[in-house]
């Protein structure tokens, strides 16, 4: 099984969320605070990430189980 370049991606994505992590701090303590509405973009961040967290942590738990191909009434 090939599943490298999803990893790959997933990881790729990963680091260009923590470069505007990064960007984000780098803002909130040189360029301006943090408003309401940052925390509640912060909050729902949080939320996905660690909704994300919980189903990557599942992927452990799936076991390999392909579904049987369906047979075609109309063959001999």
């Not at 991606?9 to 301006?32: C, P, Q």
């Not at 408003?35 to 990557?56: R, S």
Request: aromatic share 6%.
């Amino acid at each position: 099984m090939n599943t490298i370049q999803h990893y790959a991606a997933l990881l790729d994505h990963v680091n260009s969320m923590k470069t505007r992590l990064a960007a984000l701090g780098y803002d909130f303590k040189e360029i301006a605070p943090r408003t309401d509405l940052d925390v509640q973009l912060i909050d729902a961040l949080v939320a996905t990430a660690t909704a994300m967290l919980a189903e990557a942590e599942t992927l452990k738990a799936i076991a390999y189980d392909p579904t049987p191909p369906v047979e075609d009434p109309d063959a001999p």
